[in-house]
């Protein structure tokens, strides 16, 4: 990791999430599915065709797979490196748990996806010096702030020739 991500200790704003998102350049998907109607495979495709972050999926059952062109792996910690950002697709009684593998793994953020939220996980995961999205769609945010959705999260269907602003 090239920039430093320093805490957000609290709901980060659309800014703060943006920088959140351009400081990383690693991405673990906890609960990921190699089942193409589920929507931590649709996040996952998004990030493997339109960026350049380095992904992990993790997913205990699809373990020793590859999946759109990347090993799933079993566990947080069985990966090669300590990812930026961990994007959570569990249910929101197993958000705890998850962060206290965050928190052991040292990762930065734990994202959770949108419909998450479990603030009990959340202030658990701030005490520990993490910053924590709850209930945002990181492939939505991504695409927003990176031109290709409008604020509200659609498609406006405008093409523009405006530089995207860093």
Request: net charge negative.
């Amino acid at each position: 990791m090239t920039t430093t991500i320093t805490q957000i200790p609290h709901e980060p704003t659309a800014r703060e999430r943006q920088r959140l998102l351009r400081a990383a350049e690693s991405i673990a998907i906890v609960g990921f599915s190699p089942n193409t109607a589920r929507s931590s495979y649709y996040v996952a495709t998004y990030l493997a065709q339109d960026t350049d972050y380095r992904l992990y999926f993790i997913n205990p059952n699809a373990a020793g797979r590859e999946v759109l062109g990347q090993p799933v792996y079993a566990s947080l910690a069985d990966l090669p490196e300590t990812p930026d950002i961990v994007d959570v697709f569990r249910r929101a009684s197993d958000l705890p748990a998850v962060v206290d593998e965050v928190v052991a793994l040292g990762s930065p953020i734990v994202w959770f996806q949108l419909g998450l939220t479990n603030d009990e996980a959340a202030d658990a995961a701030r005490a520990a010096g993490l910053s924590v999205v709850q209930n945002r769609c990181l492939k939505i945010e991504h695409a927003r702030f990176h031109g290709g959705l409008h604020l509200a999260g659609f498609d406006t269907g405008v093409i523009t020739s405006r530089p995207i602003r860093r």
